[in-house]
């Protein structure tokens, strides 16, 4: 086996690395995607006009805080355990 041989074989194994590393990438952006998407239907973020960003409403800040707030209630054993 040469040095070349060898070169190409990790240079193949890398290509299949990136290919599975661009499927997951592409797979985690539409996950996001429809997460904004539907929170966007529920009034809870909003987007910044002409960029990328988006904001948390009003709405969608009163319904994250009392999403927590029953999570404290309801689960205290989590929160004893890491505390």
């Given at each position: 086996?040469?040095?070349?041989?060898?070169?190409?074989?990790?240079?193949?194994?890398?290509?299949?690395?990136?290919?599975?590393?661009?499927?997951?990438?592409?797979?985690?952006?539409?996950?996001?995607?429809?997460?904004?998407?539907?929170?966007?239907?529920?009034?809870?973020?909003?987007?910044?006009?002409?960029?990328?960003?988006?904001?948390?409403?009003?709405?969608?800040?009163?319904?994250?805080?009392?999403?927590?707030?029953?999570?404290?209630?309801a689960?205290?054993?989590?929160?004893?355990?890491?505390?």
């Amino acid at each position: 086996m040469t040095a070349t041989n060898t070169f190409a074989k990790r240079k193949e194994v890398t290509d299949k690395d990136s290919t599975l590393l661009a499927i997951e990438t592409a797979k985690q952006s539409g996950q996001v995607t429809r997460l904004l998407r539907r929170l966007h239907v529920h009034q809870l973020v909003a987007k910044i006009p002409r960029s990328r960003r988006w904001r948390v409403s009003l709405n969608g800040r009163r319904v994250m805080a009392a999403a927590i707030k029953l999570r404290e209630v309801a689960y205290p054993s989590l929160y004893a355990e890491a505390a």
